[in-house]
């Protein structure tokens, strides 16, 4: 019996014996039974409309899932007489080590996650990787601060720097020998500022032309070979993306941005309704979605997936506690949602297992199938992805025998 209707039950007793010291006619008041009999009505319905609720486990799943559930179950019953102790309900920046050492936490990193709905992909790597990319040869640093540049050749002026600036990295580093830690620490948010909404978003900014700077060089090559110099040096082929999509316009997918934050009325939360005007396919964030139940409907009926980003909302301080996060709400209406990483880079995070720290099986399972659903793969390659994830991931004993109580 799920934990909540336990505690349900216990009250009601408890307000029994109270009324009954009093030497109150409860019995003509209530039916006790009835009462009981009730609230576990009310809580199959809770069940049935909630996410993965027609998810049925089989074999290793349902020992799996009884592991999970008895981890968490027990890192809960601790949290509740010390709620201080309650890491979802910590920053991130702060709480992700001890995240990492929980019960509960390495279960999750042994199940299968599905597909990546909604990552930047200059912050997608570990920060530690990244700074494996600045020990690559041709890699020039600004002489101070920390603008990068892969090049053969010194790199022109870059906006407000000369080419005095530059300098090659190796230079720089034998001059300062704790130079990868400082890149580093401007890699990642700091936990030290992270306590005022403004002050993160700004480190945020500042963080992320550092990442894209950090990475360019990889993704464009040094000599910028395809780049003609000129200003309609890609008329052509910018005329040729117009015209062609102009027999396409069903056939596009959107996928936008929206509702990426805690305002309501405002501008930012105003974009959700664009978002579904112009027919978008899934909805970055939706954060501000919950404060919008029309709009919500019209997301269920359109089938739109929420791709959530727990704690991202959390570290750019659109919720403090993860138990206040509306994705509670998405999962309880069963609303077509993925949980997705952001930018895990940038505050420490590794992989998609921290941002499924409060989900069941049932409902990890429904969200890894969501993330083939709901993907803009076309049906052939969405049922070979179907296949894949039945031969190898929940429905395979060797995925969920690997998934131990520890």
């Known amino acids: ?58 074999g290793d799943e349902i020992k799996a899932n009884e592991c999970l559930m008895r981890a968490k179950t027990a890192e809960l019953d601790h949290a509740f007489q010390h709620p201080e102790d309650f890491l979802p309900a910590q920053n991130f920046l702060r709480a992700r080590k001890e995240i990492e050492q929980s019960t509960v936490f390495r279960i999750l990193r042994r199940m299968p996650k ?32 920390f603008a990068f540049l892969f090049s053969r050749a010194r790199p022109p002026p870059l906006l407000s720097h000369s080419c005095d600036d530059w300098v090659p990295i190796e230079e720089r580093r034998r001059a300062e020998p704790n130079l990868d830690q400082e890149i580093k620490r401007h890699l990642m948010l700091s936990s030290s500022r992270n306590d ?46 117009q015209g062609g999509a102009r027999g396409h316009q069903d056939e596009t997918n959107f996928f936008f941005h929206a509702g990426e934050t805690n305002w309501y009325g405002r501008q930012p939360d105003h974009n959700l309704y664009d978002a579904i005007v112009l027919n978008t396919k899934r909805i970055g964030h939706g954060f501000a979605l919950i404060k919008h139940p029309k709009l919500m409907e019209i997301v269920k009926e359109k089938k739109i997936v929420v791709e959530v980003s727990p704690i991202s909302n959390q570290v750019l301080k659109l919720v403090g506690d993860m138990r206040n996060h509306p994705a509670a709400h998405f999962f309880a209406t069963n609303l077509p949602v993925v949980i997705t990483s952001d930018d895990p880079s940038l505050w420490g995070a590794k992989g998609l297992s921290y941002d499924f720290y409060e989900a ?32 190898h991931g929940w429905n395979s004993s060797r995925n969920c025998s690997r998934v131990r109580c520890v």
Request: glycine fraction near 8%.
């Open 114 to 145: 599905g597909g990546l709905f909604h990552a930047h992909g200059l912050a997608i790597l570990s920060v530690d990787k990244l700074l494996r990319y600045t020990h690559l040869p041709n890699l020039w640093i600004s002489r101070s601060g």
């Open 196 to 241: 005022d909404i403004n002050h993160v978003w700004k480190d945020f900014n500042k963080l992320f032309p550092a990442v894209v700077q950090a990475m360019e060089g990889r993704i464009s090559g040094p000599d910028h070979r395809f780049r003609s110099g000129r200003p309609g040096g890609h008329a052509s082929l910018v005329a040729g993306l």
């Open 360 to 391: 069941d099986l049932r409902a990890l399972k429904q969200l890894a199938l969501n993330s083939i659903k709901y993907s803009s793969l076309d049906k052939h390659e969405k049922l070979k992805a179907f296949k894949i994830s039945s031969r």
């Open 1 to 58: 019996m799920p934990s909540d209707v336990v505690e349900l039950e216990n009250d009601l007793r408890n307000f029994v014996v109270y009324f009954e010291f009093l030497q109150l006619p409860i019995g003509r008041i209530f039916d006790r039974r009835s009462v009981l009999e009730g609230a576990r009505s009310i809580d199959r319905s809770r069940a049935k409309a909630a996410v993965g609720h027609d998810i049925v486990l089989e």
